[in-house]
């Protein structure tokens, strides 16, 4: 069994500062960490599985107050898994569509570096490129 860490080796191995996880504690996101008789936090591991699970929410672009919604829904226990599995549905959706969105944008780069290769390949066999023949579109 894992050990708990403190916040600072909470931080050095997670990558989200120590003002940060306070802050999630603050906001609700991180609830019921425990403490040392001086009152220093302590988080089990299953407190580290969950900050890792809160920080994939907003690495997909979960808002804080859907974050908070859900921690809240979480605290409630098994009673919400159905409210807890529509908001991951609906919040899979939208990563989902902001994904097509990025390949579309990632198509039209792609796209666009095509088009300077085959200028660059013509200029360089012809000394020059006809800027007539082939308009560079946005």
Same mark, same amino acid.
């Given at each position: 069994?894992?050990? /708990?860490?403190?916040?600072?080796? &909470?931080?050095?191995?997670?990558?989200v500062?120590?003002?940060?996880?306070?802050? =999630?504690?603050?906001?609700?996101? %991180?609830?019921?960490? !425990?403490?040392?008789d001086?009152?220093h936090r302590? =988080?089990?591991? +299953?407190?580290?599985?969950?900050?890792?699970? &809160?920080?994939r %929410? *907003? +690495?997909?672009?979960?808002?804080? /107050? !859907?974050?908070? +919604?859900?921690?809240?829904?979480?605290?409630?226990?098994?009673?919400?898994?159905? /409210?807890?599995r *529509?908001?991951?549905?609906?919040?899979?959706?939208? &990563?989902?569509?902001?994904?097509?969105?990025?390949?579309?944008?990632?198509?039209?780069?792609?796209?666009?570096?095509?088009?300077?290769?085959?200028?660059?390949?013509?200029? +360089?066999?012809?000394?020059?490129?006809?800027?007539?023949?082939? *308009?560079?579109?946005p």
């Amino acid at each position: 069994m894992s050990k /708990a860490l403190t916040i600072g080796q &909470v931080a050095a191995t997670s990558g989200v500062s120590t003002h940060t996880l306070r802050y =999630y504690e603050q906001a609700g996101l %991180l609830r019921s960490i !425990g403490r040392t008789d001086a009152g220093h936090r302590l =988080y089990a591991p +299953a407190d580290l599985d969950w900050l890792q699970f &809160v920080m994939r %929410l *907003k +690495a997909t672009g979960m808002p804080i /107050a !859907g974050m908070q +919604a859900f921690a809240a829904l979480r605290a409630e226990g098994e009673a919400t898994f159905g /409210a807890r599995r *529509k908001m991951l549905i609906e919040h899979r959706d939208t &990563v989902l569509a902001r994904i097509a969105e990025l390949q579309t944008s990632l198509d039209a780069i792609t796209d666009k570096i095509a088009f300077y290769e085959a200028a660059e390949r013509e200029a +360089a066999s012809t000394g020059h490129f006809d800027n007539t023949l082939v *308009k560079d579109s946005p």
